[in-house]
């Protein structure tokens, strides 16, 4: 089975603070993304990546940035943690296209609390 | 307007009833189609890929129009343990490859 392992579940951070969200996947999958979801907005693709070192931003990139160093791991970071920026965030991974037909595979998720 | 729509229900069935939820997309170069489903506060996991001549999966039936730009999934015989939410996924070349996902349409299956 794929696994996408997102190490923090549960987050509390202070307005300011530098958050780091981390993301692991064991299948050698080429793709990694960082989506939020939000009640009565859906999943938003915020980064995703199809290789290391390469970042392509998503729909709502503004805040954040993205890191791959390895390629089974891809990281979000919130340079300065906003209450706006409170939500539940899922990080996702998957072969290039023409392999299993691209379907995603998340993590269990990060609840992210900003005070 | 919103790549990819769904009616976010919540749609009440009872338990054996049949149900069927749309779903649809903006861009006619769009390539890729699946159905997810979602518990609360849990992640998405992939119920079906939708092909273009249709595919089944047990009591679950995915129809595809490229024509008029839509999607379906079609649940027969409902259980209780459906109750979720369904969620449509999307996917054009010019997005990379990640997917656009439809908001969810709730679905609440009754004893």
């Known amino acids: 089975d794929v696994k996408v392992t997102q190490s923090s579940r549960y987050l509390v951070k202070r307005t300011g603070e530098k958050v780091f969200l981390e993301c692991v996947q064991d299948?050698?999958?080429?793709?990694m993304f960082w989506y939020r979801q939000d009640p009565g907005l859906g999943l938003r693709l915020i980064y995703f990546?199809?290789?290391?070192?390469?970042?392509e931003k998503g729909d709502i990139p503004e805040g954040y940035s993205v890191s791959r160093e390895k390629k089974e791991r891809f990281s979000l970071i919130l340079e300065s943690a906003s209450t706006n920026q409170t939500s539940m965030y899922l990080c996702?991974?998957?072969?290039?296209?023409?392999?299993?037909?691209?379907?995603?595979?998340f993590g269990e998720g990060s609840w992210l609390t900003v005070v | 307007r919103k790549e990819v729509e769904q009616d976010p229900g919540p749609f009440n069935v009872p338990e054996g009833a049949t149900v069927a939820f749309n779903c649809t997309y903006s861009?006619?170069?769009?390539?890729?189609f699946f159905w997810y489903r979602q518990d609360c506060r849990k992640e998405p996991k992939l119920l079906m890929s939708?092909?273009?001549s249709g595919n089944e999966d047990g009591r679950f039936t995915a129809q595809l129009n490229r024509a008029s730009q839509y999607i379906s999934l079609l649940i027969r015989d409902s259980k209780l343990s459906d109750s979720a939410t369904y969620l449509c996924?999307?996917?054009?070349?010019?997005?990379?490859?990640?997917?656009?996902f439809g908001k969810g349409t709730s679905l609440l299956v009754t004893p």
């Open positions: 299948m050698d999958h080429e793709n």
């Open positions: 861009n006619s170069a769009s390539q890729s």
């Open positions: 939708v092909y273009s």
């Open positions: 996924a999307v996917n054009t070349r010019n997005s990379g490859y990640a997917l656009n």
């Open positions: 996702a991974s998957s072969f290039s296209p023409g392999v299993s037909g691209n379907t995603i595979y």
């Open positions: 990546s199809y290789d290391v070192k390469m970042k």
